[in-house]
């Protein structure tokens, strides 16, 4: 009876230090969360949050702008899904954002409020953000991208394994009260669900995806037929056989050429031609779990992949034997990394830490001032903290450089841009000291 009163005793204890842990860590949270608050107006030329119902998994911005007359905004659209909880139903959204439009030294316009303080958006009477079209969805939308060539047709992996495709210009912006999932196509292959797929940017209506289970497929959703909306892929490999596909990633110049990450530590290149169906390389890339591949738009020898081990390593197609260089700021395991669509040099990764960092490769080995070494490594050139959870995914914007969108699991999108002037004077410190890999 002693023992098990004594067991009991030390249960209570463990459970009080746990909630000393959680209250504590709340607390810093809160803290970082008010003092990036207090000071957003100086970070950012554009900035808005809002707050979903439901917490959203994906996002990604759709490659459209529209500029109405006589007006001071652009009306530009993002992809959204829900991932709710029991039986609520789930949807696929297209978000409406009013952007504010540049001035003529393509600076964002910024106003006043009578306080002085520096207001970064447009008038805040206008409505900035609105969810504009509900597609009624079968389970959490894990993962949905538009394809390249037609971005009215949006693919979402949902939580069975199956990927749907949409088009979301035949849907009603609002779903009625008895709609049911009515996707245009099923995609069938995965018996397990994932979170990476990936269109090819060369061929259209081409789609890759890797499962939790490491399976890889490829679709072509151009076969399908009135008669026939369920696809079966054209073709499927045992990519990752002791543990799931985190991500995959079609190359930006080869057509036939993709790539896969998954728990198995490795990076694999591959080509869909190859009748051996085995990687063309492949290589250990981390010391745990890589989560995130992303190949660069502009080098086509260039690659980035992000991983458990809280780094974002950069590769060299050409000799993957060993990693070029690590980027190492995160505090926590780093669930994706992506390319700017304006820089060679420019790529974000988002964490678990909450942070959204911007890397300028430019910089690496560059030299910098004692003191700046403080707030990072040289090639570190924006750290964005206004989440107060894990960042789920991120996406730049097509129109507007440096312009990103991120989604966490406190059920917010952020849109913003870094202020112009800290980049600068980021790159200032470290001036005319470009570094090398």
Known sequence: ?????????????????????????????????????????????????????WPSLTVQWLPVMECPPDTNYSIQKLILGTHTSANEPNSLMIAQIRMPVCSAKGKLEKEEDAKGSVVNDIASKEN??????????????????????????????????????????????????????????????????????????????????????????????????????TIEPILQIDGHTSGGAEDVAWHRFHPNMFGSVGDDKKLKIWDDRSECKKPLLFVEAHAKDVFSLDFNPFNEYLAATSSADKT???????????????????????????????????????????????????????????????????????????????????????????TIASVSDENDVQIWKSAQELRELRWGSAKDNKGEI
């Open 1 to 53: 009876y002693m023992g098990r009163v004594h067991g009991d005793y030390q249960k209570n204890e463990i459970w009080r230090e746990m909630e000393d842990v959680i209250d504590s860590k709340e607390d810093v949270i809160n803290e970082e969360y008010k003092y990036w608050k207090k000071n957003s107006a100086f970070l950012y030329d554009f900035l808005v949050t809002r707050y979903l119902v």
């Open 128 to 229: 900035k953000f609105r969810i504009e079209t509900e597609i009624p969805h079968q389970g959490s939308v894990n993962r949905a991208r538009c394809m390249p060539m037609q971005f009215n047709v949006i693919a979402s992996y949902t939580s069975s394994g199956e990927v749907h495709i949409y088009d979301y210009f035949r849907h009603p912006t609002k779903p009625g009260p008895h709609d049911t999932p009515k996707p245009a196509l099923r995609l069938v292959g995965n018996s397990v669900e994932g979170y990476g797929f990936s269109w090819n940017a060369k061929k259209k209506g081409i789609l890759l995806s890797g499962s939790n289970e490491g399976k890889l497929c490829i679709w072509d959703v151009e076969s399908a037929t009135q008669a026939n909306t």
């Open 312 to 402: 974002v390593a950069l590769w060299d197609l050409r000799n993957i034997s060993h990693k070029q260089y690590s980027l190492e700021n995160h505090r926590d395991e780093v669930m994706k990394v992506s390319w700017s669509p304006f820089d060679e040099t420019i790529l974000a990764s988002s964490s678990k830490d909450r942070r959204v960092m911007v890397w300028d490769l430019s910089k690496i080995n560059a030299k910098i001032p004692l003191e700046d070494s403080k707030d990072g490594p040289p090639e570190l050139l924006f750290v964005h903290a206004g989440h107060t959870n894990e960042v789920f995914d991120i996406s730049w914007n097509y129109n507007e450089d440096y």
